[in-house]
T-cell receptor, first 115, second 114 residues
């Protein structure tokens, strides 16, 4: 799995878009980009994932650069409940052996949404 | 509702007293795993199971056991807990399509070993 680099913390005003960057410059061609978040010691929650194309679901949008070396998670209208630690993770789609299923969480970005 | 449940949610125990943390999922997932989370160390995988009767060690298996007798349940067993196993524990199960890693996590079990 490629190493990911995220800012330690970010702030966002309620109602505004939160744009969380992630650098994964060593990502390989078969690795997906996943985003999870963890709200105050609750279990991590899956948000979105992508391989090459931009993706959108009911929670967020994921923008992946054309060279795939970085990505941005966008929460279009952040609310106070979006305050959490956001993790960017890369993982090969067909990882075998002991890597199968294991998610490697880094330190993530602490997003604070303020009124 | 699709979910992963863990019990107990909070537990305070003493060194050496065997305990079991249960984990159950209702999504018919084949893959289940246990993580522990400690300040500054992030989430680390303890054990995982790819299917019934198939389990294997993760990154930090020492002091833990698991079993997978049914697809829905994956209990974590601490035969002789020690204070360094004080941690926040999460069970997770994985959508079975091998192409991606969408995982569902339980609410967590906060364990304190005195």
């Amino acid at each position: 799995d490629a190493k990911t680099t995220q800012p330690t913390s970010m702030d966002c005003a309620e109602g505004r878009a939160a744009n969380l960057p992630c650098n994964h410059s060593t990502i390989s061609g078969n690795e997906y980009v996943y985003w999870y978040r963890q709200i105050h010691s609750q279990g991590p929650q899956y948000i979105i994932h992508g391989l090459k194309n931009n993706e959108t679901n009911e929670m967020a949008s994921l923008i992946i650069t054309e060279d795939r070396k970085s990505s941005t998670l966008i929460l279009p209208h952040a609310t106070l409940r979006d305050t959490a630690v956001y993790y960017c993770i890369t993982k090969a789609g067909w990882a075998g052996g002991t890597s199968y299923g294991k998610l490697t969480f880094g330190q993530g970005t602490i997003l604070t949404v303020h009124p | 509702e699709a979910q992963v449940t863990q019990n107990p949610r909070y537990l305070i125990t003493v060194t050496g007293k065997k305990l079991t943390v249960t984990c159950s999922q209702n999504m018919n997932h084949e893959y289940m795993s246990w993580y522990r989370q400690d300040p500054g160390l992030g989430l680390r995988q303890i054990y995982y199971s790819m299917n019934v009767e198939v389990t294997d060690k993760g990154d930090v298996p020492e002091g833990y056991k698991v079993s997978r007798k049914e697809k829905r349940n994956f209990p974590l067993i601490l035969e002789s807990p020690s204070p360094n196993q004080t941690s926040l524990y999460f069970c997770a199960s994985r959508f079975p399509w091998r192409g991606t890693d969408t995982q569902y996590f339980g609410p967590g079990t906060r364990l304190t070993v005195l």
